[in-house]
C-alpha cells in the first residue's frame, strides 16, 4: 500500500513530504488557469530531480491534447503522468495512443469521477489503458476531476477494486483525511491513498500542514497493518 499527497509546490516541499514518509509526490505541471499549486515545467522538473531514489515523483496535468501531453512529459520526465481533466476528456482510444508515444518506464494514471454504479464500468473500460486508476469526486463547477475535499460513496469504489483485479492498482482519493483514512482502506482495500486538499492548512488551497501530513501517513500505514493482522 502506498500513500500519495499533493500538491508540492517546491522542491523543499516535495522533500519533506519524503521525510514524512509519503511515497508518491504529487505536483501539477503546466499553466492551465484553472488549478491551485500550477508550475513551470522547470519547476516541476526540479522536483523529480529531487525526488530520485527518494520517492516517484507524479505530474499532475488537465491538458486533453495528447501532444501536449507528451511534451510535458519530455521535458519533465516525471515517473507517472496523472490525466486528471474530466474523464472522459481524455478517451480510452487517446489514452492508447498516449500510451503508445510514451516510454514504458512512465506509467499513466487516470482520474475516474466515481459516482453512481454507473461509475465501474467506466472504471473497467480504462483499466487496460492506464498502470494506475485514481478514484476520486468531482464537483460540478470545478475543474477536471479530484481536489474537491469531498468523499464518494466508497462501497463503489471497493467494488470497482474487486472487479478492476490485476489490471490495474488502484488508488483511493476524494477527501481524505487522518481521521477517515483508516476507514477507508477497510472499506475500499485499494492499491493506495491519496490527499490533497484533506492535508492542506485549513482554509489554505496550496499550502500544506505538516503535521496534517505526518499524521495521514501514519493512520494510512497503521490502517495496513490493521488489515494485514491476522
Known amino acids: 500500500m502506498i500513500v500519495q499527497v499533493y500538491a508540492a509546490t517546491s522542491t523543499a516541499d516535495a522533500l519533506k513530504m519524503v521525510e514524512l514518509g509519503v511515497d508518491q509526490v504529487g505536483f501539477v505541471?503546466?499553466?492551465?488557469?484553472?488549478?491551485?499549486?500550477?508550475?513551470?515545467?522547470?519547476?516541476?522538473?526540479?522536483?523529480?530531480?529531487?525526488?530520485?531514489?527518494?520517492?516517484?515523483?507524479?505530474?499532475?496535468?488537465?491538458?486533453?491534447?495528447?501532444?501536449?501531453?507528451?511534451?510535458?512529459?519530455?521535458?519533465?520526465?516525471?515517473d507517472i503522468i496523472h490525466i486528471s481533466s474530466d474523464t472522459e476528456a481524455v478517451g480510452l482510444e487517446a489514452m492508447r495512443e498516449l500510451r503508445r508515444r510514451l516510454p514504458a518506464r512512465v506509467r499513466l494514471m487516470k482520474a475516474i469521477h466515481v459516482a453512481g454504479p454507473e461509475s465501474i464500468p467506466v472504471a473497467l473500460k480504462f483499466a487496460p489503458a492506464a498502470e494506475i486508476l485514481l478514484l476520486d469526486t468531482k464537483v460540478a463547477g470545478m475543474p477536471g476531476v479530484g481536489a474537491t475535499g469531498v468523499t464518494h460513496d466508497w462501497n463503489i469504489s471497493r467494488e470497482i477494486v474487486a472487479r478492476v483485479g490485476e489490471r490495474a492498482r488502484v488508488i483511493l482519493a476524494?477527501?481524505?483525511?487522518?481521521?477517515?483514512?483508516?476507514?477507508?482502506?477497510?472499506?475500499?482495500?485499494?492499491?493506495?491513498?491519496?490527499?490533497?486538499?484533506?492535508?492542506?492548512?485549513?482554509?489554505?488551497?496550496?499550502?500544506?500542514?505538516?503535521?496534517?501530513?505526518?499524521?495521514?501517513?501514519?493512520?494510512?500505514?497503521?490502517?495496513?497493518i490493521r488489515e494485514e493482522l491476522p
Open 29 to 78: 505541471a503546466g499553466d492551465y488557469g484553472e488549478v491551485y499549486g500550477e508550475l513551470t515545467f522547470e519547476v516541476a522538473r526540479g522536483i523529480v530531480e529531487a525526488l530520485k531514489g527518494k520517492a516517484v515523483s507524479s505530474a499532475l496535468t488537465m491538458s486533453t491534447d495528447i501532444a501536449e501531453i507528451q511534451h510535458m512529459a519530455e521535458v519533465v520526465q516525471p
Open 174 to 224: 476524494g477527501g481524505l483525511v487522518p481521521d477517515n483514512v483508516g476507514a477507508a482502506l477497510a472499506a475500499v482495500q485499494p492499491w493506495g491513498v491519496d490527499s490533497n486538499t484533506g492535508t492542506n492548512l485549513p482554509g489554505d488551497p496550496v499550502a500544506k500542514d505538516w503535521e496534517r501530513v505526518r499524521e495521514f501517513v501514519r493512520q494510512a500505514k497503521m490502517g495496513l
